[in-house]
């Protein structure tokens, strides 16, 4: 999600920093994972309030320095990319609620009751949601797209 894995990186050392400050204050020790899941995506969205700058991936000065291998099919990838970017693109348009269930779903595989628990939401609400939002995609995307 954030395309950085050193960032990445920070942001796991941060949250388990802070839980381990926090780990007695923790009402449901079964819900850790709750916990955890609300805490890394509040260091995320404090990463993209305060992003101002892009970051050059690859970390080289001259673009002769990047090796690309041959195999690889550069187009269908550039394409797969460009997709995921309009995706991404769309979910920033939407609430966050809406954004929560789908990457929840799509990017992490969880199941519906899986994130209804997560979220504290009902079973219900999460598949509605995750509707409304596949049918926002599918509408932008579909003018892009040809699918």
Same mark, same amino acid.
């Given at each position: 999600?954030?395309?950085?894995?050193?960032?990445c990186? %920070? /942001?796991?050392?941060? =949250?388990? $920093?802070?839980?381990?400050?926090?780990?007695?204050? !923790?009402?449901?020790?079964?819900?850790?994972?709750?916990?955890?899941?609300?805490?890394?995506r509040?260091?995320?969205y404090?990463i993209?309030r305060?992003?101002?700058?892009?970051?050059d991936q690859?970390?080289?000065?001259?673009?002769?320095?990047? %090796? /690309?291998?041959?195999s =690889?099919? $550069?187009?269908?990838?550039?394409?797969?990319?460009? !997709?995921?970017q309009?995706?991404?693109k769309e979910?920033?348009?939407?609430?966050?609620?809406?954004?929560?269930v789908?990457?929840?779903k799509e990017?992490?595989?969880?199941?519906?009751?899986?994130?209804?628990e997560?979220?504290?939401?009902?079973?219900?609400?999460?598949?509605?949601?995750?509707?409304?939002?596949?049918q926002?995609?599918?509408?932008?995307?579909?003018?892009?797209?040809?699918?």
């Amino acid at each position: 999600m954030l395309g950085d894995k050193m960032m990445c990186e %920070d /942001i796991v050392q941060n =949250v388990f $920093i802070k839980f381990f400050e926090n780990m007695y204050r !923790i009402r449901n020790s079964e819900r850790v994972d709750v916990w955890l899941f609300k805490t890394t995506r509040n260091e995320i969205y404090t990463i993209y309030r305060n992003k101002r700058t892009h970051v050059d991936q690859y970390g080289v000065l001259d673009a002769d320095e990047i %090796d /690309i291998d041959s195999s =690889v099919k $550069i187009a269908e990838d550039f394409e797969l990319k460009e !997709i995921n970017q309009l995706v991404m693109k769309e979910l920033d348009k939407i609430s966050i609620e809406q954004r929560d269930v789908f990457l929840l779903k799509e990017y992490s595989g969880l199941s519906y009751r899986e994130i209804a628990e997560m979220m504290s939401i009902d079973e219900e609400l999460v598949k509605s949601r995750l509707y409304k939002t596949r049918q926002r995609l599918i509408h932008k995307l579909s003018k892009v797209v040809s699918i």
